[in-house]
T-cell receptor, first 110, second 115 residues
Framework: RKEVEQDPGPFNVPEGATVAFNCTYSNSASQSFFWYRQDCRKEPKLLMSVYSSGNEDGRFTAQLNRASQYISLLIRDSKLSDSATYLCVAREAGNTPLVFGKGTRLSVIA | EPEVTQTPSHQVTQMGQEVILRCVPISNHLYFYWYRQILGQKVEFLVSFYNNEISEKSEIFDDQFSVERPDGSNFTLKIRSTKLEDSAMYFC?????????????FGPGTRLTVT
């Protein structure tokens, strides 16, 4: 069965805090990994892809450990606008379906 | 910036009725998808569509569901006889063909409420 599991949350953090989300995937055939952001009652939007070597996009850093089938997302210097649900997503090769985790809700508090 | 559009934004229907959810994918995209999200649950894959045929479908996508690309722009999801448990957000997505990790672009969704 192809599952993606995430910290259930919610994470309530003050502005400026660093917060980390973890995720594991069960399908060893997964080749592509992503973090999506979903605001309440809105569509998922791609935050960043996750590469084997790890990658950074501004305040966001993603890591992948294929041996442990583990993915992480680190958000530094949290902003109020970061409040959302963060979805961990895995996919096999090519145009195969995305497999979503249930998401971790983040609330950044002033 | 090109985007996926969906209509209607909210559909209310009675149990047993047929509904058609509409999507206009990004114009140069070749792969199309439907996902659904029941309130409070994860986004789940329903079906993918390429070259005018179903490419892959999940166990959710039973005989009550069908998809169609009736013209060069629209992509539709039909539910023949809706059940209460079909109430969910339905998201359409599209992507280009080719590339190692190309993005699936999601539409804003249609909220389906079955009463």
């Amino acid at each position: 069965r192809k599952e993606v599991e995430q910290d259930p949350g919610p994470f309530n953090v003050p502005e400026g805090a660093t917060v980390a989300f973890n995720c594991t995937y069960s399908n060893s055939a997964s080749q592509s990994f992503f973090w999506y952001r979903q605001d309440c009652r809105k569509e998922p939007k791609l935050l960043m892809s996750v590469y084997s070597s790890g990658n950074e996009d501004g305040r966001f850093t993603a890591q992948l450990n294929r041996a442990s089938q583990y993915i992480s997302l680190l958000i530094r210097d949290s902003k109020l606008s970061d409040s959302a649900t963060y979805l961990c997503v895995a996919r096999e090769a090519g145009n195969t379906p995305l497999v979503f985790g249930k998401g971790t809700r983040l609330s950044v508090i002033a | 910036e090109p985007e996926v559009t969906q209509t209607p934004s909210h559909q209310v229907t009675q149990m047993g009725q047929e509904v058609i959810l509409r999507c206009v994918p990004i114009s140069n995209h070749l792969y199309f998808y439907w996902y659904r999200q029941i309130l409070g649950q994860k986004v789940e894959f329903l079906v993918s569509f390429y070259n005018n045929e179903i490419s892959e479908k999940s166990e959710i996508f039973d005989d009550q569901f069908s998809v169609e690309r009736p013209d060069g722009s629209n992509f539709t999801l039909k539910i023949r006889s809706t059940k209460l448990e079909d109430s969910a957000m339905y998201f359409c997505a599209s992507s280009e063909l080719g590339g190692a990790a190309y993005e699936q672009y999601f539409g804003p969704g249609t909220r389906l409420t079955v009463t």
